[in-house]
């Protein structure tokens, strides 16, 4: 697929979900992906990515803000507690708040810099032990103790089991961030992002279907 492709696809959702049409922001998930890659889709207009590692992110966004504007640059991995300063200055969304101990140093380093990425808090909703996020049990708690220490928090994300259905998962996440107040949604990802717009997603991350399959060797 291209990106083109992929927009259209996430019109036709938006327009059968009876939702405006752009009201769902992409993020172009530039991991692992090679620079020359990336350029083509930065010329083609699109302005939001997503990257899963700070280093990688670090190595490769400064180069290109210098020369296309207004690009954003989402950070949708696990943030290690010795990335955080580095982080705080990169991205302009963190999507992976999945700990007290995390966002009590997000919160100390928001601070010292006079700037805060928007977050998102990652919610573990299959309650996987391979993977990260807050359990749905403690997510309320979690989210009134991100909001004590003034965290931008918008909205939540989500990466259900590979081997359920997605649209339970994004259905508990909208209930989790709607009894918190919370109006973001990440969730839904190449193979599934049209059943996520259809759930309310805010924000869908793909990767592959645009910039062709990743070689991690």
Same mark, same amino acid.
Not at 36 to 52: A, D, Q, W, Y
Not at 59 to 77: D, T, Y
Not at 151 to 174: A, C, D, N, Q, T
């Given at each position: ?19 405006? +049409? %752009? ?8 991991? @692992? $992906? ?6 083509? =889709?930065? !010329?083609?207009?699109?302005? =939001? &990515?997503? !990257?899963n590692k700070v280093q990688e992110a670090h190595g ?7 020369? &296309?504007?207004?690009?954003? =640059? ?5 943030? $290690? ?6 982080? @705080?200055?990169? &991205? ?14 997000l919160s100390n380093e928001v601070q010292a810099q ?5 977050m998102f808090i990652q919610v573990n909703t299959g309650?996987?032990? $391979?993977?990260? *996020? ?6 309320? $708690?979690? +989210?009134?103790?991100?909001? #004590? ?20 998962? &994004? ?9 918190? %107040?919370?109006? *973001?949604?990440?969730? *839904?990802? #190449?193979?599934?992002? /049209? ?8 924000? @869908?991350?793909? %990767?592959?279907? +645009?910039?062709? /399959?990743?070689?991690?060797?």
């Amino acid at each position: 697929m291209t990106l083109s492709v992929i927009n259209s696809k996430i019109k036709k959702a938006e327009k059968s979900a009876g939702i405006a +049409i %752009g009201s769902t922001q992409l993020i172009a998930v530039s991991k @692992v $992906q090679p620079n020359e890659r990336v350029l083509n =889709v930065l !010329e083609h207009g699109h302005k =939001v &990515f997503g !990257e899963n590692k700070v280093q990688e992110a670090h190595g490769k966004w400064p180069m290109f803000r210098e020369n &296309f504007l207004n690009v954003k =640059v989402h950070l949708i991995g696990p943030l $290690q507690s010795n990335k955080i300063k580095q982080a @705080v200055a990169l &991205f302009d969304a963190i999507h992976t708040v999945d700990r007290l101990k995390l966002a009590q140093k997000l919160s100390n380093e928001v601070q010292a810099q006079g700037k805060a990425p928007e977050m998102f808090i990652q919610v573990n909703t299959g309650e996987e032990k $391979q993977k990260s *996020g807050i359990m749905p049990r403690e997510a309320d $708690q979690f +989210i009134s103790d991100c909001f #004590s220490l003034d965290l931008p928090i918008k909205g939540l994300m989500v990466i259900p089991p590979i081997y359920e259905e997605p649209s339970l998962h &994004f259905g508990l996440l909208r209930k989790i961030a709607h009894r918190n %107040g919370l109006s *973001g949604l990440s969730m *839904g990802m #190449s193979s599934d992002f /049209e059943s996520a717009i259809a759930m309310g997603a805010t924000h @869908v991350r793909v %990767g592959s279907a +645009i910039f062709g /399959e990743r070689d991690y060797s």
